[in-house]
């Protein structure tokens, strides 16, 4: 009898020692986005001569990360309102139908499709990214910017960059003095869920 | 800033274009007595400049439209082709009108329907196309009826007045592409005020329809989606409502520069005061500290 109360008192505390100490997942680590320390900025030259630089304010979404990239995952949503070049007039240009038409299309999303190791730190993740109320496959060229600790969570941090054509998205205005070719970076921080 | 490009195609072709059509359908040359015969060409001047415009400003438009201002050309190709029936076949009046006013609420519900639903429920969206459909198509009737009556370049004028005003307001509003839309059909009028001089141009049978269709559109896609203010649209549609009051009644009796004065009052007194609404919203804004924007 005292066999069988030793080896369940063992038991139980093997039980209540796994579940305080979970071991490693078998999953990736899910993070929610930051919004007050992810951005995202675009680059567009202006009438052939020097690059412009805009940026939008609202960003959330979520993304996973696990050794196997394939087993990654990134989505993100930005509100189109929130475009921010420094000037009130010009913003209100590119929220109205000559560009983004934030009324009609008040988000920009991304989300991946396949995330696959490429040389170095680097993944490339497939995804589609709709914009103006298009979708079109895109590949960003993503990297672990690096992972911590804030307020007793794991947060981790990732940039993606690429460039798109904003005539493939219908963004065809002022095609003379913009250029077609947006250059784009969204840095992400994520808080482990 | 209006870049050379944005002159040919929404000023220089529009205003060519126009006249070219004008001058084939109206004939100043013409022995005097003949019948006029070219009410065809007004809904195909007004169309064809707002269409160079748009191919100039944004290229060729999407089909299906995706982005709403890629229904306008398709609203004014439309548009063209019922004021083309009414010019060229002989039109029972109540078909005439019925065919009109769904012509104009089709426009707007084409161009409130992308709205999204989380800001503008279905009921606010029919709401809108109820107002906009009787006080348009009201409009665009009494302006119809005086056109049959009127020749000349005085419909046009006040027409001109208007849409430059709109066109003015809308680019200030944070729409280029609308203000040079606008720009377009401001250039083609200009031709009519100036073909009229000389013809008895008439804006009747089709002309004012596809003005108005579109001139209602521009002004809905800048209240929706760019930054028109509700006082400077209500201030535009004030002047089209008065344009459209201008002859009627009493007013149809006077004479001279009284009835000039009168006619150009009603037309450019809510039109000038929403240029300068807009004006001084735009100073203002440049004076907030984050400098000039000229497009």
Not at chain 2, 186 to 205: D, E, K, N, W
Not at chain 2, 225 to 247: D, E
């Amino acid at each position: 009898m005292r066999i069988v109360v030793i080896c369940c008192s063992a038991l139980l505390v093997a039980v209540a020692s796994l579940a305080s100490n979970p071991r490693p997942s078998l999953t990736a680590d899910a993070f929610q986005v930051d919004s007050v320390h992810s951005s995202m900025v675009f680059r567009v030259k202006h009438m052939g001569t020097a690059n412009f630089y805009g940026r939008f304010n609202s960003i959330s979404g979520s993304f996973s990360l696990d050794d196997d990239p394939a087993k990654s995952s990134f989505q993100v949503q930005i509100k189109t309102d929130s475009v921010d070049t420094a000037n009130t007039k010009r913003d209100q240009h590119l929220k109205s139908p000559d560009f983004f038409n934030a009324a009609q299309f008040p988000t920009i999303s991304f989300k991946s499709t396949q995330v696959k190791k490429v040389g170095g730190e680097g993944i490339d993740v497939t995804g589609d990214l709709t914009l103006h109320g298009v979708t079109k496959p895109v590949i960003a060229k993503v990297t672990k910017t690096g992972s911590g600790g804030s307020r007793g969570r794991a947060i981790a941090g990732v940039e993606a960059q690429l460039t798109i054509k904003r005539s493939d998205f219908g963004m065809t205005f002022a095609a003379d003095s913009l250029g077609d070719e947006v250059f784009i970076i969204i840095s992400l921080e994520g808080a482990k869920q | 800033m209006l870049t050379l490009r944005d002159i040919i195609f929404a000023v220089g072709l529009p205003a060519v274009w126009t006249g070219v059509v004008l001058l084939i359908a109206w004939r100043p040359w013409r022995v005097q007595g003949l019948p006029p015969s070219g009410f065809w060409s007004g809904p195909v001047a007004l169309a064809g400049s707002f269409l160079w415009a748009f191919l100039g400003a944004s290229g060729p438009p999407q089909f299906p439209p995706i982005q709403v201002t890629d229904w306008l050309p398709f609203i004014a190709v439309v548009a063209a082709v019922i004021g083309l029936a009414d010019s060229t076949l002989e039109i029972p009046r109540g078909v005439k009108w019925a065919t009109g006013c769904l012509c104009i609420a089709l426009a707007t519900w084409m161009l409130i329907r992308p709205l999204p639903a989380e800001t503008h429920s279905q009921t606010t969206k029919l709401s809108w196309l109820a107002m906009r459909a009787i006080v348009w198509g009201g409009c665009w009737i009494a302006i119809e009826r005086q056109a049959i009556k009127y020749t000349g370049s005085a419909i046009p004028r006040d027409l001109l007045i208007v849409t430059s005003a709109t066109a003015l307001v809308l680019v200030m509003s944070a729409s280029k592409l609308l203000g040079l839309l606008a720009g377009s059909l401001a250039a083609s009028l200009a031709v009519f005020v100036a073909v009229g001089y000389f013809t008895s141009l008439s804006m009747a049978r089709g002309s004012v329809l596809v003005l108005l269709t579109l001139l209602s559109g521009l002004l809905i896609c800048g209240l929706f989606y760019a930054f028109l203010s509700r006082p400077n649209a209500l201030l535009l549609l004030l002047s089209v409502v008065l344009t459209a009051l201008s002859r009627l009644g009493r007013l149809g009796h006077l004479q001279g520069w009284k009835r000039h004065s009168v006619q150009l009052a009603f037309a450019a007194i809510p039109a000038v005061i929403a240029v300068i609404l807009a004006v001084t919203d735009f100073a203002a804004s440049m004076s907030e500290g984050s400098g000039d924007y000229g497009y």
